[in-house]
């Protein structure tokens, strides 16, 4: 199984450009999430997806959009870049358990994006 | 949301055991205590998690307080492999979903 899959790898921006970050997972997982980390810090939750049909803001989701595409597609959208938006994207998801609180996530492998 | 304190670096030899600290003094009943560790360049890597007893799995072990105020995670064998950087991390209901991530422990692992 490929797990959690990200794109693009890399992506070099100009300000005030946009573009969308793709995340597929095929793990039937019900809640994806989008983090950003930058560099020598811990991951920041953007915005995440409790279920299909349904997202919300986490800690930092100024500047962003996103849409659940699906239950295995989660985007992640800039609308116009900034040079504080460099940083590496990692998308997660985790499958409902049955007590809030056990679930397990699952990560991408990260997209790194710089804004010139 | 509750908080966690870890140091900021350990270092430990290679085939020795590892024990990293976690306290967590404002823990509420329904929290889990999870442990996720992200190699170089790498995304997070689920490692553990536990309630209330201790917890052991393929990778590692959680030793959580009686108090619940504190755990450990335990790497009973390092290796090379696993110079990474450890977060611990409080996730329960009150967290409606989310994962927050705080500075977590750099190991470093010596041959």
Known sequence: ?116 | DAKTTQPNSMESNEEEPVHLPCNHSTISGTDYIHWYRQLPSQGPEYVIHGLTSNVNNRMASLAIAEDRKSSTLILHRATLRDAAVYYCILYGSGNTGKLIFGQGTTLQVKP
């Open chain 1, 1 to 116: 199984n490929a797990g959690v899959t990200q794109t693009p790898k890399f992506q070099v921006l100009k300000t005030g450009q946009s573009m969308t970050l793709q995340c597929a997972q095929d793990m039937n997982h019900n809640s994806m999430y989008w983090y950003r980390q930058d560099p020598g810090m811990g991951l920041r939750l953007i915005y995440y997806s409790a279920s299909e049909g349904t997202t919300d803001k986490g800690e930092v989701p100024n500047g962003y959009n996103v849409s659940r595409l699906n239950k295995r597609e989660f985007s992640l959208r800039l609308e116009s870049a900034a040079p504080s938006q460099t940083s590496v994207y990692f998308c997660a998801s985790s499958n409902r358990a049955s007590r809030a609180g056990a679930n397990v996530l699952t990560f991408g492998a990260g997209s790194r994006l710089t804004v010139l």
